[in-house]
């Protein structure tokens, strides 16, 4: 299946844009409002402050935050479900963002990589929408871990996001997570983490320097994978000019990592062995699953890959979909982002 095919448009109206996505530019009943140097008794100018003021109960929750440049910071720890949304002209596209959420720290100041985080995940039911999250820490030669979205709750639904780092951008470490027509931008195990099921689908996924995709750390033959349907995998608009060859798909941070790419459109410059060892001397690889359905397109066109990579036969690939890797899915993933799944 070559084709990435645009959700059926069930919902016709003002709101919906000509290329599906709906206009979110007002926010819903009962939302805590954020914006910009607002004055306005109840706002808040600043995320983090806004997601502290919610009640620590069991409530669900929604923040809708206009746009602009918010710096600092932002956990999400309460018990109840809580809704992020960034004001957008078109609710499908990452590319109509007009909210940013910018943070600058890195695993040699902060204490642990979690602690970089520039929006920390640490409860459950937490949703993000249209919300570009971008840790400026940048490139560095050791202790460049620098973490863009860190993700240790169940139900993590991210939607039209952008991440952005260089190492480390998204720590997808604990519960199940789903990522929907998002941008993720990194060089160095930039979607990373232990224990997670994650599911990523219609995403775009942006290599700006050497590095690897992803390094699965599971540890144990437990139950977390990295499930990839559909996505773009491509060189950044800035990548640096060492992206060439030295990009893979993974590597083994844990010895049981275990990532599936089907029918993944891949132009940035693979290195042509496409997945690599741990580091020489700690290779890591007898237990892991690196299995690949139809990637194509230019970066795997001279693919030589080595043997603890695996082809998977189609009846395997169709093993690994959205309702069999996510828990319970229909009762927290958002259906509009979500490709038809037959
Ligand atoms: C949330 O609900 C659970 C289950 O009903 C309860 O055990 C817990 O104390 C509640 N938490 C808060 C903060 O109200
Ligand atoms: C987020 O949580 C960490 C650890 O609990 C804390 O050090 C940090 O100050 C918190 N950040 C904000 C903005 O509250
Ligand atoms: C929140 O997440 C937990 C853990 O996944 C789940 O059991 C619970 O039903 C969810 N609560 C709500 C209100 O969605
Ligand atoms: C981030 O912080 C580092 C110092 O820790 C500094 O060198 C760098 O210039 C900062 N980046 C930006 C974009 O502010
Ligand atoms: C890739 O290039 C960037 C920018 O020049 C540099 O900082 C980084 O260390 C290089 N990475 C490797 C693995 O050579
Ligand atoms: C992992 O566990 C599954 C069953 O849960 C089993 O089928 C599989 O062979 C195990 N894999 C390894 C590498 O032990
Ligand atoms: C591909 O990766 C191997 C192992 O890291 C390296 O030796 C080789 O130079 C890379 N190929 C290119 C074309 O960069």
Not at 133 to 152: E, H, M, P, Y
Not at 258 to 266: A, P, Q, S
Not at 302 to 310: D, G, K, L, V
Not at 313 to 333: F, G, I, K
Request: hydrophobic share 40%.
């Amino acid at each position: 299946m070559r084709s990435f095919i645009l959700p059926l448009l069930l919902v016709l109206g003002s709101a919906v844009s000509p290329s599906g996505g709906r206009r979110c530019t007002e926010p819903p009943d009962g939302a805590v409002i954020v914006k910009p140097a607002t004055k306005v008794a109840g706002e808040f100018s600043n995320l983090g402050e806004a997601v502290n003021s919610l009640p620590a109960d069991n409530s669900s929750q929604v923040v809708f935050v206009y746009p602009g440049v918010y710096v600092g910071q932002v956990n999400v720890s309460r018990a109840g479900p809580v809704k992020i949304m960034g004001y957008t002209p078109n609710s499908l596209e990452f590319e109509s963002n007009t909210v940013t959420l910018v943070h600058n720290s890195s695993l040699a100041t902060a204490g642990s990589d979690d602690l970089t985080g520039t929006l920390r995940v640490l409860s459950n039911n937490v949703s993000l929408y249209n919300l570009d999250i971008r840790n400026d820490f940048g490139v560095a030669f050791s202790n460049g871990q620098a973490i863009a979205l860190s993700g240790q709750g169940d139900q993590m639904g991210v939607y039209a996001c952008g991440l952005y780092s260089y190492q480390d951008t998204l720590y997808t470490n604990v519960g199940n997570h789903v990522f929907l027509r998002s941008y993720i931008e990194g060089a160095v195990d930039f979607i990373f983490g232990r224990h997670s099921i994650a599911y990523f689908e219609s995403n775009t996924i942006a290599s700006k320097g050497a590095g690897c995709v992803t390094a699965s750390g599971r540890e144990l033959n437990d139950t977390g994978i990295y499930v990839f349907n559909q996505n773009k995998i491509v060189a950044a608009k800035d990548a640096f000019s060492n992206v060439t060859g030295n990009v893979f798909l993974g590597r083994p941070w844990g010895d049981f990592a275990r990532v599936v790419m089907k029918n993944t459109y891949i132009s940035a410059p693979l290195n042509k062995t496409i997945w690599s060892i741990w580091n020489p001397g700690d290779e890591r690889i007898d237990s892991v699953l690196f299995g690949e359905y139809d990637s194509f397109g230019p970066g795997v066109a001279h693919a030589n890959r080595p043997t603890f990579s695996t082809i998977l036969t189609r009846p395997q690939a169709a093993e690994y979909t959205l309702s069999s890797v996510l828990q319970n899915y229909r009762d927290w993933v958002d259906s509009d982002y979500m490709l038809p799944e037959f």
